[in-house]
């Protein structure tokens, strides 16, 4: 498995409260993604980073933030967790897809199953 | 907008059956098309991808097919195994770098003894 982690993995919080969620890596990868998971809805991309300090929305970003200040690590936060941010979050890196040296696959971490009550 | 179709969202069939998974993609910049496979509460992982340069890719049981001028491409899944069931993800990159990863809504496919 790639060296990719998420932590928390798990977390119970409460509407208004602030959440961070980490993902690190050891690859030394370029990109890095976050993605929610909910039922029906598939795999949405939330934001993406493509080096330090470097990132872009994807097709849900509103009421998320991120930020990359080093290569190994991407942060997503909910500045005020609702209820509709209850999802599991995947974090992905990838070497790219452009690249001649990489093959474009995504590799997955874990997941970190957010409630919000 | 940036988005990828797929259907259909539920697939079941008979073991050593095959299995068709469509996607179509809305970026006609889109050049990489990975397929992903994500059994029950573990990771997504990638299977199989094709680039715009060619128009199909086999690997064993699997083959991906691409028709950039429909701007749509299939999974196709011969000899069911029970270890096939699963959810399956196409995906598309768009963007000026190709590196936004964007993904259809999934399929369950079930395979029946």
């Known amino acids: 498995d790639a060296g990719i982690t998420q932590s928390p993995r798990h977390k119970v919080t409460e509407t208004g409260t602030p959440v961070t969620l980490r993902c690190h890596q050891t690859?030394?990868?370029?990109?890095m993604y976050w993605y929610r998971q909910d039922p029906g809805h598939g795999l949405r991309l939330i934001h993406y980073s493509y080096g330090v300090k470097d990132t872009d929305k994807g097709e849900v970003s509103d009421g998320y933030s991120v930020s990359r200040s080093k290569t190994e690590d991407f942060l997503l936060t909910l500045e005020s967790a609702t209820s509709s941010q209850t999802s599991v979050y995947f974090c992905?890196?990838?070497?790219?897809?452009?690249?001649?040296?990489?093959?474009?696959?995504?590799?997955f971490g874990e997941g970190s199953r957010l409630t919000v009550l | 907008g940036e988005n990828v179709e797929q259907h259909p969202s539920t697939l079941s069939v008979q073991e050593g059956d095959s299995a068709v998974i469509k996607c179509t993609y809305s970026?006609?910049?889109?050049?990489?098309f990975p397929w992903y496979k994500q059994e029950l509460g573990k990771r997504p992982q990638l299977i199989i991808d094709?680039?715009?340069?060619?128009g199909e890719k086999k690997d064993q049981r699997i083959a991906v097919t691409l028709n950039k001028t429909a701007k749509h491409f299939s999974l196709h899944i011969t000899e069911t195994q029970p270890e096939d069931s699963a959810v399956y993800f196409c995906a598309a990159s768009m963007g000026s770098s190709a590196s936004k990863i964007i993904f259809g809504s999934g399929t369950r496919l079930s395979i029946r003894p």
């Open positions: 094709i680039r715009s340069n060619v």
């Open positions: 970026d006609s910049a889109s050049n990489y």
């Open positions: 690859e030394n990868h370029r990109y």
């Open positions: 992905a890196i990838s070497g790219g897809v452009v690249s001649t040296r990489n093959t474009g696959e995504l590799f």
